[in-house]
């Protein structure tokens, strides 16, 4: 009986870890910790972040990032430049082996250009990010404010 009580105890913990966690996985990567900001009005321009762990024994390369969000989603990149915030595009993000990005206010971020809907809250935004080595995996991200 006391078995059972310590099965159930650990089967909410895994849940509660793994829906807060918000794993997303494929064969080698696995997203983390994803989230997109909600739209501000008058803007069609936010961002999303999460961070993109690689299992595998070589490095993968983030190339592009579709959703039926926008037409257009680019990896962008903050930097300082002169002592001022710039961001810049990237081409790619590569995660070398057995190694994680994070993507993060102030540093590597998904910039989402030409919103087709308002982001709000309590929704899911699904993307597919594509990587090298013909892997690509969806994601839902939660909004956040
Ligand atoms: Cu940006």
Do not use: C, W
């Amino acid at each position: 009986m006391k078995n059972n009580y310590f099965s159930i105890a650990l089967l909410f913990i895994i849940l509660i870890v793994s829906i807060s966690k918000n794993v997303y996985a494929s064969n080698v990567i696995s997203v983390t910790d994803g989230y997109i900001r909600a739209s501000i009005p008058g803007s069609d321009v936010t961002a999303a972040y999460m961070t993109i762990n690689n299992a595998g024994d070589i490095a993968m390369t983030l190339e592009k990032v579709i959703g039926t969000l926008s037409d257009r989603i680019e990896i962008h990149e903050h930097s300082m430049t002169h002592g001022m915030m710039t961001m810049r595009q990237v081409d790619n993000v590569t995660i070398d082996a057995k190694s994680k990005v994070v993507l993060q206010p102030s540093g590597l971020h998904l910039m989402i250009f030409s919103l087709k809907q308002k982001i709000t809250e309590k929704e899911l935004v699904t993307i597919t990010l594509y990587f090298s080595n013909n892997t690509k995996i969806n994601i839902q991200l939660p909004v956040y404010r």
